[in-house]
């Protein structure tokens, strides 16, 4: 049995030893908000928190992820309040197919936690900081603009 | 994926132990290199043994070197203030490798035992000597433009890809081991990553089961003014092309002494010591850099495509020293 | 319509945006279903030859396996649409057909498991013997087949010999791959034998009349579902090879089965953009006035037998260069060159993408070589009309575009030497070129229906069109809450269904187009059918109160809009301006794009803030084309060296520039629709990589020509150029 906390709440899960911690989210807790964009650490579509930190899910296997917190997008709402990061995806329009985007917005949350001064943080450092996830339709202006909004 | 046992190692010498009696066992760490080849099939362990919770997670600093635990992640490594201090070339290096999330799963002792990144390795129906012993090496008739051009043989040309190990390259960096006898190995870096030779399925001095607890980079005044610089294809999140680890020491405009290291066109982490000699007692001006990066590539070899890297390196080896010189000191 | 309508043009917000936003939109990948059983497959090792035996023993021992399929037992499937307009298959030849291997990664098998882990790990097992041939994979190497199809007017050839100015250069560009982000994904379910696809696709209709036909039902037996596809760029269009296996193998299993190719099968097994070598022969005045353009493009396609069987896919390059500017003398060849590849298709502008990168190329070279500034050398060759057919543009803004992207650039300090502009290390150079795609209309229908509800009513758009994240929800629910005068919350919008109203596939920037003047139609209908109620032709319009005198809970109607009538008088394009800036560092091999300027004519915007995304995700289409994006194969062993996302690399986020795009207001194309939109889902594209090669050469004074423009070929066009 493996036991996963995710979004606060706890799991015991039947699993494979080589399922992945994102084919358990998706294939066994229903949680498909996290996208498998290359399964090989190559886009960043799967990104998901680990205790608070940014982690790609398809290369992390879920057996040892026991004993951590594990956030997923289907968690930052409160109810109908969303995340300051998903209302501010939605005003500037920084999604196009959508495919990207939880990925997108768990790596931004992410990397606004892990800098101490946020309002140093310029457009190139958020390129660069977000450099590892992949948009194939180009969100990426807007994306800068969402994240901008919320840093300040 | 075959399937494979999954065991948590509890301590050092049972971890090192498990993987020594198994032949088919190997360390978990991270995951993030290993998980990727597993799913490619190049790698089918038949037991995973995870060192992510043993003791080996911290960086324990004095005045005479650093103590880096072989689980400490990359991004643990690279944000440390006295690492950033006394050896920013580490933290440059790791910084211009993987993405953000990469950084937070892998580990320092995952990165340097990362393999080839050669697309013949990891095509499980290609002819390769690193995956299969005696296959053949297909990039010696196939795509080479990423192959090395430096410590290639004909039974392997693939580039190692570690930008850390770039950087240990010029810091007298050591490793760690626990050997799954018991037994521990204290390893310099200089010769711990092995030329592929007639040999190249193994891409380092290590024996089956032996576990790296620690690395750890001594005390050294020239890595104080240490830089890494590194050209890729794409603007971040890509593997380099070409890029240098470099460190000077300055006196009144002259070299007092210089290391320099090549990545990303090397079979294993490259070394220039002779470049770094000639520069010895020069004015650190350009001219002397472009001799240092021509002698630095002077053994370089070419083949169909990959030629580019040759010239490419050098002009890298001159940019690093030159930023690295113009650094207030 | 009038362009003042209150909505119509304005940012609205992306009505599937929370969905989306909260993980909550369902792609096919993510839906399950009890039972559901998971497939995985085996690709061929080589790239021509025979299959000479596939044993299944040790996979079929492996945990989990419920089926294995193979040639020797996939079972019927019958005849495949194609080119009849209904659905398309990548090859005629269903999958699993015999032993042929016609390229590398072709499906050889199909293993289908309790889990994914169990499936992948058994098709690993799978043992294919092979009996290999010879096989071609680089088009400099194989022999081209000409097409009889040659678009010409006036004598190339004279004018070509006697001309003043002369042009004649090479270009190329890569096998480049649409890889969307999702991966191609099919979950296949029968349902008392009936046929249930959950599909990533362009084109529910087309998969449905492929499935129909594959296994002998009527069309209203088989239902195709897409709500969100997680992009596509022209990738979904066919109904792929793993979408029959999952719905064969389902029908076996009588279970439903999922499919979701691997990335590495996304880029092998998808036809990419075909490779291209173009030349491109200009003859011009001294004052830059063109007199002839020729145009002779090899691109590849599959096998010998893909030009043998049928009309071979072609990459329509000349579609634009023959129409875009006033030339009297044209001709157009096209050779295609059979490859063991997998048969390449539609990326985003096809055609527009590749063709505009040659001829915008010489262009800019004719103009160094004229004296001319790029950008009075295109104002010169300016048509008001088709080049080729002649026929007006019946709007047509392309000179505003130059002027006003000029403008927003600062085009006029641009100093046309090159290596006049440097900042620290680094060169800097100004390019621009034109931008164009034709405006597309197909025939579709659309169903409004107005519900009376508590407070009000409630409306429902429907139609079978997809979004691809192309902004059609946004778009439709602007047109219908504009047209009925409501706010945007009491508008829903249903897509992606075989049950609803027939739409036709995402694509050539057609949706829009052809979709929202139908979601009009279909309000105007229901306004007409309600307004009658009024007591009063002055009136005011309260549905609520109209229907309830109607005596009505509910009212719908259908809008087409109708195939484009055959002799029309005008044609319909979309054209605009873009201007690049880059900063070159020659030693390191590198090129960065530093702001990209691009203004538009795309007719009447229908919804700005959708708009802007897909001229913005054009634009940074356009920087992966012209920097990053190449497809090779070993030419010797056939490996597909760029089969995954760290080997074929996408632009990330530190690759953008600043980008600023911009459209022309009240320039609705209202010939062409009752709206006047014409689509803007891949202009943005289409003048990128010319104006950066412009820029690039502006900035070191070194003429590349073959894409994409990385350091390797940067540093040895340097070493041959005499500057350096
Ligand atoms: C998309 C992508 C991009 C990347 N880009 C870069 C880049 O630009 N530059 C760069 O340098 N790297 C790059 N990497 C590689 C990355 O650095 C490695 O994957 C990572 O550092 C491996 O660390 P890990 O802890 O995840 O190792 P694991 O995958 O857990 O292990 C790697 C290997 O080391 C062995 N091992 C692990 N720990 C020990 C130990 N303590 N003792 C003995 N053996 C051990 C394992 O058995 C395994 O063979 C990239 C990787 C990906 C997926
Ligand atoms: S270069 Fe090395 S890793 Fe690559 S195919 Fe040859 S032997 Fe294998
Ligand atoms: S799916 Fe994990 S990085 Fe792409
Ligand atoms: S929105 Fe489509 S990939 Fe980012």
Redesign the pocket.
């Known amino acids: 049995m493996v036991r996963l906390s995710v979004n606060g709440e706890r799991h015991e899960l039947d699993l494979d030893p080589r399922t992945t911690l994102?084919d358990a989210l998706r294939d066994h807790l229903g949680l498909t908000g996290t996208?498998?964009?290359?399964?090989?650490?190559?886009?960043?579509?799967?990104t998901v928190h680990v205790d608070g930190r940014r982690v790609?899910?398809?290369?992390a296997l879920a057996v040892a992820q026991q004993g951590r917190e594990i956030g997923t997008i289907e968690g930052l709402a409160r109810g109908d309040h969303l995340h300051p990061m998903q209302l501010a995806f939605i005003e500037c329009d920084a999604l196009q197919c959508g495919f990207c985007t939880p990925g997108q917005i768990m790596s931004a949350i992410a990397m606004l936690a892990e800098v101490e001064h946020r309002r140093q943080l310029d457009d190139v450092a958020i390129r660069e900081r977000m450099s590892g996830n992949l948009c194939r339709c180009g969100a990426y202006p807007n994306i800068l603009a969402a994240i901008r909004r919320v840093r300040t | 994926m075959r399937p494979f046992t999954y065991v948590e190692g509890i301590s050092v010498a049972d971890a090192a132990a498990a993987v020594h009696a198994a032949p088919a066992a190997m360390f978990l760490a991270g995951g993030t290199a290993i998980v990727d080849l597993m799913k490619l099939g190049v790698l089918a362990p038949a037991a995973l043994v995870d060192v992510q919770r043993l003791p080996l997670g911290d960086i324990e600093l004095d005045d005479r070197r650093a103590r880096i635990g072989a689980c400490v992640r990359n991004a643990q490594l690279a944000e440390h203030p006295e690492i950033r201090a006394r050896w920013p070339v580490v933290r440059e290096a790791l910084l211009s490798g993987m993405s953000a999330q990469l950084r937070n799963m892998s580990t320092v002792a995952g990165n340097i035992l990362q393999r080839t990144r050669c697309p013949y390795y990891r095509d499980p129906h290609s002819a390769c000597n690193k995956r299969v012993p005696g296959s053949g090496c297909a990039v010696q008739t196939g795509w080479d433009r990423d192959a090395a051009v430096l410590g290639g043989s004909p039974h392997c040309l693939a580039v190692f890809p570690s930008d850390l190990a770039t950087a240990l390259a010029i810091l007298d960096a050591i490793v760690y081991t626990r050997r799954g006898d018991g037994g521990a190995r204290r390893l310099p870096f200089d010769g711990f990553h092995r030329l592929p030779g007639d040999t190249p399925e193994r891409d380092t001095v290590l024996d089956h089961g032996e576990l790296v607890t620690h690395l750890e980079l001594p005390d050294l005044a020239i890595a104080r003014r240490s830089h890494y610089f590194k050209v890729r294809d794409r603007a971040s999140y890509d593997f380099a092309l070409a890029s240098a680890a470099v460190a000077l020491d300055l006196e009144r405009g002259h070299v007092r002494d210089a290391r320099i290291a090549l990545g990303g066109v090397a079979t294993r982490p490259w070394r220039c010591t002779a470049a770094e000699q000639s520069l010895r007692g020069k004015r650190a001006e350009l001219a002397s850099f472009r001799a240092a990066a021509d002698l630095a590539l002077a053994d370089a070899v070419a083949r169909t495509h990959n030629g580019f890297k040759i010239e490419l390196a050098r002009h890298v080896v001159v940019r690093a020293l030159s930023e690295l010189a113009a650094r207030p000191g | 319509m009038s362009t003042t309508s209150p909505r119509i043009g304005r940012p609205a917000e992306r009505i599937e945006a929370r969905i989306k936003v909260t993980g909550q939109a369902r792609y096919a990948a993510d839906v399950v279903l009890p039972g559901l059983a998971h497939a995985a497959y085996v690709g061929s090792a080589i790239a021509c030859g025979r299959v000479l035996a596939v044993d299944t023993a040790r996979a079929e021992q492996a945990g989990g396996v419920l089926l294995i399929l193979t040639h020797d037992n996939r079972g019927p499937l019958g005849d495949l649409p194609n080119g009849d307009g209904t659905g398309l298959t990548p090859d005629p030849r269903p999958p699993l057909a015999d032993d042929r291997i016609d390229y590398r990664g072709q499906i050889v098998a199909m293993v289908v498991a309790e889990s994914p882990e169990q499936a992948a790990h058994a098709a690993s097992l799978v043992e294919v013997r092979y009996e290999p041939a010879p096989f071609v994979v680089d088009i400099d190497d194989g022999a081209g087949t000409r097409l009889s199809d040659v678009p010409r007017r006036g004598d190339c050839a004279a004018a070509l010999r006697a001309a003043p100015v002369t042009i004649d250069v090479l270009y190329s560009t890569p096998i480049q791959h649409p890889c969307p982000l999702e991966p191609h994904a099919t979950v296949a379910h029968w349902v008392d034998h009936d046929l249930v696809v959950y599909d990533s696709t362009q084109w529910v209709l087309g998969d449905q009349a492929v499935l129909a036909r594959a296994f002998g039902l009527s069309n209203e037996r088989v239902r195709v579902l897409a709500p969100f596809v997680g992009g596509s760029f022209g990738s979904k269009v066919f109904t792929a090879a793993h979408t029959l296996l999952a719905a064969v193998a389902a029908r076996r299993l009588e279970r439903p089965v999922k499919s979701v190719l691997r990335r590495s099968e996304v880029l092998t097994t998808v036809g990419p953009r075909a490779a291209t070598r173009q030349r491109i022969q200009l003859a011009a005045e001294r004052d830059g006035r063109l007199i002839a353009l020729r145009h002779h493009t090899r691109s590849h396609c599959a096998t010998e037998r893909d030009v043998a069987d049928r009309d071979p896919f072609y990459e329509p390059t000349s579609g634009i260069t023959r129409v875009l500017y006033a030339c009297p003398n044209y001709e157009a060849v096209h050779d295609v060159v059979p490859l063991h590849l997998a048969k390449p298709g539609w990326m985003r502008a096809p055609g527009e993408a590749t063709g505009l990168w040659a001829l915008e190329g010489a262009l800019d070279e004719l103009a160094c070589e004229s004296g001319l500034d790029p950008l009075a050398l295109r104002m010169r060759n300016h048509s008001s009309r088709d080049a080729h057919t002649g026929k007006p543009y019946a709007s047509e803004h392309l000179r505003e575009c130059y002027e006003r992207g000029a403008e927003r650039f600062g085009w006029s300090r641009r100093e046309p030497r090159p290596r006049s502009m440097r900042d620290g290390d680094a060169w800097i150079g100004w390019g621009m070129a034109t931008a164009a795609h034709p405006g597309n209309r197909d025939p579709a229908s659309v169903r409004v229906r107005l519900d009376r509800e508590r407070g009000g009513v409630h409306v429902t758009v429907a139609t079978a069109g997809i979004d691809l994240g192309t902004g059609l929800y946004t778009a439709l629910a602007v047109v219908v809450a504009d047209a009925l005068d409501l706010p945007g919350e009491r508008v829903t919008v249903e897509l992606g269904d075989t049950r609803l109203p027939p739409a036709p596939m995402t694509g050539g920037s057609n949706l829009t187009a052809s979709v929202a003047p139908a979601a009009l139609a279909a309000c105007t209908r229901l306004r007409r059918r309600l307004l009658a109620f009024r007591r009063a032709p002055d009136e005011s319009a309260d549905w609520a109160e109209l229907l309830d005198r109607a005596g009505l809970g509910d009212i719908e109607a259908i809008g087409t809009t109708d195939a484009r009538p055959p002799g029309e008088r005008h044609a319909h394009h979309s054209f605009g301006a873009q201007f690049v800036e880059v900063r070159v560092v020659p030693e390191l091999g590198r090129i960065r794009v530093t702001r990209v300027v691009g203004v538009f004519d795309v007719g009447q915007v229908v919804d700005a803030t959708t708009t802007r995304s897909q001229l913005l995700g054009g634009v940074l289409f356009g920087v992966g084309q012209a920097l990053l994006e190449q497809q090779v194969h070993d030419p010797v062993h056939a490996l597909p060296v760029h089969a995954d996302l760290a080997g074929y690399l996408l632009p990330c986020h530190a690759d953008v520039p600043d980008i600023d795009v911009e459209w022309l207001d009240a320039v609705p194309d209202v010939t062409f629709n009752a709206i006047g939109c014409r689509g803007a889902g891949e202009i943005g594209i289409t003048g990128v990589a010319p104006a950066i090669a412009s820029a690039v050469h502006h900035a070191i004074g070194v003429r590349l020509r073959d894409l994409p423009l990385t350091p390797d070929r940067l540093l040895a066009a340097l070493a041959e150029s005499p500057r350096e």
Do not use: E, P, W
């Open positions: 994102l996208k498998k964009g290359c399964d090989h650490g190559q886009c960043g579509a799967c790609l899910s398809c290369l």
